[in-house]
């Protein structure tokens, strides 16, 4: 969660110190949000909370491809695969 007292810094502090204000990012773990003439521009994450973001919305984007392909017919029915996936268990 953002601290709106210690992680929100105009693009130009961010530039002037961007080395702090990593080392801050790092340590608390939390993103930093960049200002241009104080409005919210960009969000500053550390590499692994990117990747963990990322992760979860891939998995977002998955289920809402397969929520939209049941809506359509696709598909098959939940049933079916576990008992194909138990029939290739048995014959190993």
């Given at each position: 969660m953002i601290d709106v007292t210690?992680?929100?810094?105009?693009?130009t502090t961010f530039k002037r110190n961007s080395s702090g204000l990593m080392k801050h990012m790092k340590k608390t773990g939390r993103p930093l949000v960049l200002t241009v003439k104080g409005k919210a521009e960009a969000v500053l994450l550390d590499a692994a909370a990117y990747q963990e973001v990322a992760s979860q919305l891939d998995a977002v984007a998955s289920i809402r491809r397969g929520l939209a392909e049941a809506r359509k017919g696709a598909g098959r029915p939940a049933d079916e695969v576990f008992d194909e996936l138990d029939r290739e268990d048995a014959n190993g």
């Open positions: 210690q992680d929100i810094h105009s693009l």
